[in-house]
């Protein structure tokens, strides 16, 4: 009857309904809908934009602008108002030369004209600048290049680099973490469905007991406190279904929630506990190359890039700029390329700290601190992803133990209360004999149950053990 349940709850998809789920679709839709991997996947993107900021000052900067001001009143308006309200004197409107004139008399009327000019319209002469034009465009370009900062831009690609390679081990981080956590769940989900068909066997055997008992009571076999007995065993054997069914659901709603879906969904899971992969051992794991080490390792690259610098902050900085424009002031909104005329410059900037009182030596201790602490840290977390990879290596054998004894143990369970069954028919033993070989039947299949899920979880997780966060290796198996 044991070997029955235990059958029907690995039928054929055929016999089941619901959506069929196999580990690896499992894996691949959590690494598809995982916020954490989205998240880190957006601080892969975030840091690669960092370090085209960070190369982007290797490189001349070039600007274009255009504009185009048009002037409504201006300071200059009240000196054109001030001449056009008093209007020439007729001989000032227009001289006309005499070519007949003696000399003296031409340079006569000619210092006249002048002067009848200039008391009448001082400013006449700013007509034709800048100052006031009804329409004003600018056309430029500007070119800077910094030449010399101290070390300051290595220094900010060295970080941005390591940036970038931080956030990438993040990302393959995350998505091993991921991996695993809907790994444990589905394994969770495999180990509800087999505790509750243990639970639901052991249900069936007390009430196939307790129809014996009231048999063999009514041909006056047996008393009635052993019907008694039989009656509290299969009652006391319930409440054990009616936990496991809501272990099973609560462990189904877990991989759902990792997974995206519908809490209504109804899932079939394909793949086997005792599967393949508990039949054979890994092979040991090593620290070397674990995420939070080379993480560690980032963090030493990215201080001592912040020290440099500090250390360039008190060097000078040399930049070139260059400025060209076209500037035009047409007497029309739309110019020709004859109304523009020229301005370039360029220009050798030097820049250079003189007195900060104490501000770069204070940012200089501040970045050496930290540098100090970086690699006491990368020390210790080497220490820490040993310790990890031992404590893993150490879970993998315990539970690689577990389930190659966990066999023998079954098989001889079965064979106990296949014994203790008959000899209670037979009426040669007692119910509390044979509640008790049910009862170690029960345990042993729910211990083979378990180390199966514990030996699959711990084999995955030193498969994934390089790209996993630090603390994950020693965690004990989940029962649901």
Avoid: H
Wanted: aromatic content about 6%; charged content about 25%; overall charge negative.
């Amino acid at each position: 009857m044991v070997l029955a349940l235990l059958a029907l709850a690995t039928a054929p998809l055929s016999a089941q309904q619901g959506r069929a789920l196999s580990l690896e679709e499992a894996l691949a839709i959590g690494a598809r809908t995982s916020e954490t991997v989205g998240i880190a996947r957006a601080g892969v993107d975030r840091a690669r934009g960092q370090q085209r900021q960070a190369r982007s000052e290797y490189f001349p900067q070039l600007t274009g602008s255009a504009s185009y001001t048009r002037t409504i009143r201006s300071q200059f308006s009240v000196f054109a108002d001030s001449a056009s309200d008093e209007p020439p004197p007729p001989e000032c409107r227009r001289f006309v030369p005499n070519p007949a004139a003696p000399v003296g008399e031409r340079v006569d009327s000619l210092e006249s004209a002048l002067e009848c000019l200039s008391e009448s319209d001082p400013f006449a002469a700013f007509a034709d600048l800048p100052f006031g034009q009804a329409n004003q465009y600018n056309l430029g370009l500007q070119a800077s290049q910094l030449l010399f900062a101290g070390g300051r831009v290595r220094a900010q690609n060295r970080i941005a680099g390591a940036g970038r390679r931080l956030a990438e081990i993040e990302l393959s981080s995350q998505e091993a973490q991921t991996r695993l956590e809907v790994a444990e769940a589905y394994f969770d989900a495999l180990l509800g469905d087999r505790l509750l068909t243990i639970a639901d066997s052991t249900l069936v055997q007390a009430d196939r007991t307790l129809e014996n008992t009231r048999l063999a009571l009514e041909v006056g076999n047996v008393p009635e406190f052993e019907l008694l007995r039989a009656q509290v065993i299969r009652d006391n054997a319930r409440p054990v279904v009616i936990q496991r069914r809501a272990q099973r659901d609560i462990a189904y709603l877990r991989l759902k929630q990792l997974l995206e879906l519908p809490a209504d969904d109804s899932l079939v899971l394909t793949t086997e506990l005792d599967g393949p992969a508990a039949d054979t051992l890994a092979a040991a794991v090593r620290a070397e190359g674990r995420a939070a080490v080379r993480q560690a390792e980032e963090n030493v690259v990215v201080q001592e890039g912040r020290l440099a610098i500090a250390r360039a902050a008190s060097w000078p900085t040399l930049r070139l700029t260059s400025n060209y424009a076209r500037l035009g002031y047409p007497d029309d909104v739309f110019p020709t390329w004859n109304d523009f005329v020229s301005d370039w410059n360029v220009a050798l900037s030097l820049s250079v700290p003189l007195f900060t009182g104490g501000r770069l030596s204070g940012d200089r201790l501040v970045a050496r601190a930290d540098v100090d602490e970086a690699r006491l840290r990368l020390v210790r977390t080497r220490e820490l992803a040993e310790l990890d990879a031992r404590s893993a290596q150490a879970a993998l054998e315990a539970a690689q133990s577990a389930w190659e004894a966990s066999a023998g143990t079954v098989e001889q369970a079965q064979r106990a209360y296949a014994i203790a069954e008959v000899r209670y028919q037979e009426g040669i033993s007692t119910q509390t004999e044979l509640g008790d070989a049910r009862v170690q039947l029960q345990q042993a299949l729910a211990n083979r149950a378990q180390s199966a899920r514990d030996l699959r979880v711990a084999r995955l997780r030193i498969e994934l053990l390089e790209q996993l966060p630090l603390g994950t290796a020693g965690r004990a198996g989940a029962t649901p």
